[in-house]
């Protein structure tokens, strides 16, 4: 079984509609995080968490919000969705300290298209 | 403004020959820097990383230069395989600094071409 999952894999949804992505994982790190795929954009980063009470933004948070309901889930939401944040979107996972030096672990990434 | 620049789109490479893929930095605080591989349709994938107390990190056909005076690293592949094909991302990070959140390049895509 995948260390992190992610669930819908794919999603088509209109202008308007509030979408939760949600993440799930195995590892038993308390870090996780947020990012989006854009063709030519990279990953850039929308939230991330460090444990179940720390929420921080990231470089492009705005019209999303998370939840992190426990150590091992963390859901994106898309409140209102928009054509523009039609992208792939990527839960990662990583320790806080020990010889993983940061060093993140992915998600297989939810598709999400906004008409 | 973009940190961690990887300047170049796409790269084409015939198999058995090197593949050099490169990134460029700005914040000369970054300590640790990772690269990560992409396939369609799957999440990205480490692949090898350097501190900045190293200037090179070897693993098997992959190898990581770390030049901090330029702020540039470079990923060297050698041989290149078809299977190497994918889009690769450099990503640094403040580990001395509490482990910031990595901060990713655009990434460049990788064609190894039999």
């Known amino acids: 079984d995948a260390d992190v999952t992610q669930t819908p894999r794919n999603r088509i949804t209109k202008t308007g509609k509030r979408i939760m992505l949600e993440c799930s994982q195995t590892k038993g790190h308390d870090r996780m995080y947020w990012y989006r795929q854009d063709p030519g954009l990279g990953l850039r980063l929308i939230y991330y968490?460090?444990?179940?009470?720390?929420?921080n933004k990231g470089e492009i948070s705005d019209g999303y919000s998370v939840s992190r309901q426990a150590q091992a889930k963390f859901s994106l939401s898309l409140e209102s969705a928009i054509p523009n944040q039609t992208a792939l979107y990527f839960c990662a996972t990583s320790e806080d300290r020990g010889t993983s030096y940061n060093e993140q672990f992915f998600g297989p990434g939810t598709r999400l298209t906004v008409l | 403004d973009q940190q961690v620049k990887q300047n170049s789109p796409s790269l084409s490479v015939q198999e058995g020959r090197i593949s050099i893929l490169n990134c460029d930095y700005t914040?000369?605080?970054?300590?640790?820097f990772l690269w990560y591989k992409k396939y369609p349709a799957e999440g990205p994938t480490f692949l090898i990383s350097?501190?900045?107390?190293?200037d090179k990190n070897e693993d098997g056909r992959f190898t990581v230069f770390l030049n901090k005076s330029a702020k540039h690293l470079s990923l060297h592949i050698v041989p290149s395989q078809p299977g190497d094909s994918a889009v690769y991302f450099c990503a640094a990070s403040l580990v001395n600094s509490g482990n910031t959140p990595l901060v990713f390049g655009k990434g460049t895509r990788l064609s190894v071409i039999a």
């Open positions: 350097i501190s900045s107390i190293k």
């Open positions: 968490s460090f444990d179940v009470k720390d929420i």
């Open positions: 914040n000369s605080m970054f300590d640790y």
